[in-house]
């Protein structure tokens, strides 16, 4: 058995009164494509942030590729990671929000290159033959001289996609990435994402309330209720038998709110 690429251990988060996780554990392996379902304010997105290091912990402890993300070793004992740790792991890290944060007063070209620039030294002849390569497998390079208020929703999207893989992470993170798109534009972006999970061996971690697709795109399905895992397992045993009433009664009220499982 390989080491986990993610592996969660008892990790708590609060906000002001509010218990957003409640001493969650959970392992990712390396490869796995993941999908976290469940109700709003569960903790799904913030799972997210925090492996990100958008938020921070409370309590537990988070190792990526075995080694702490959260903390660091000095003098034998483990101690807060300082700022340098922190960015050092940040790199192995990529995420997709729900609303594209594309740099507006650059095309396209230049919102993906510059992140390589700026963090890896990469010279831009080499980073934007990187880019273009990327562009063209979300469909977009003939849009890479546009700017983001000529493209659509789904075309910002694919390039906030692009952007996110022009750093080479290990472990590619996407909050609900089609939920501010017209549902015309949905399926554009979805397609991308089924070609990723398809053609690449990085993991990749999808929280979205589009159920139909987390059973196409995910090996495994966790569903969250009130910052814990309520139930997990293959995508066939989550969405056609569910053994936990609370994941029981959420698919209910999605299949009777029109959307496929």
Known sequence: MSTPIIDIDGITKSFGAFKVLD????KVMPGEKLALIGPSGSGKTTILRILMTLERIDG????IGGEQLYHMEREGRLVPADERHLTRMRRKIGMVFQLF????HKCVLDNVTLAPMLTKGIARPAAE???MELLDMVGLADKAKAMPAQLSGGQKQRVAIARALALSPEIMLFDEVTSALDPELVEEVLTVMRRLAAETDMTMLLVTHEMGFAHDFADRVLFFDRGRIVEEGKPDEIFRHPT?????AFLRKIIA???RV
């Open 129 to 131: 033959k990187r880019a």
């Open 60 to 63: 537990g402890h988070i190792r």
């Open 257 to 259: 709110a029109g959307h």
């Open 101 to 104: 944060n594309l740099f507006p």
């Open 23 to 26: 001493g969650l554990s959970m």
């Open 244 to 248: 936990q009433e609370r994941t029981q």
